[in-house]
């Protein structure tokens, strides 16, 4: 058996088979990508500016994590900005029909 830990899993310390592993593995690799995003990701389901995008950030309307440089942002989150978005839109530019 090959040792392996993961950090995404409870399976913290427990010994793992190759084969166990990489099903561990691919797993952790699917709930990254079901639930947290890139900033280009994000920017482009935001339809919204990179600058723009980097405003709401740095103003504490987004949350980030970093880890070893990357950046990742919560999906549901921005998922939920993305609706809140349109009813800004409609508040804060009525003449805008888009």
């Known amino acids: ?3 392996k830990t993961t950090s995404s899993s409870n399976l913290l ?10 099903r561990q593995k ?9 639930q947290f995003v ?7 389901i935001l ?4 600058r723009a995008f980097q405003s709401l950030v740095t103003r504490g309307k ?3 994590i970093k880890k070893n440089g990357a950046t ?5 989150e921005i998922e939920e900005r993305k609706m809140q978005q349109v009813e800004l839109r409609k508040k804060y530019r009525p003449y805008d029909e888009n």
């Open 1 to 3: 058996m090959v040792k």
């Open 13 to 22: 310390s427990k010994e793992l088979t190759p084969k166990e592993f990489q």
């Open 26 to 34: 691919k797993k952790a690799i699917k709930m990254l990508n079901d």
């Open 38 to 44: 890139s900033t280009m990701e994000a920017v482009e």
């Open 47 to 50: 339809g919204i500016s990179r």
């Open 62 to 64: 987004i949350d980030q």
């Open 72 to 76: 990742l942002y919560f999906k549901p």
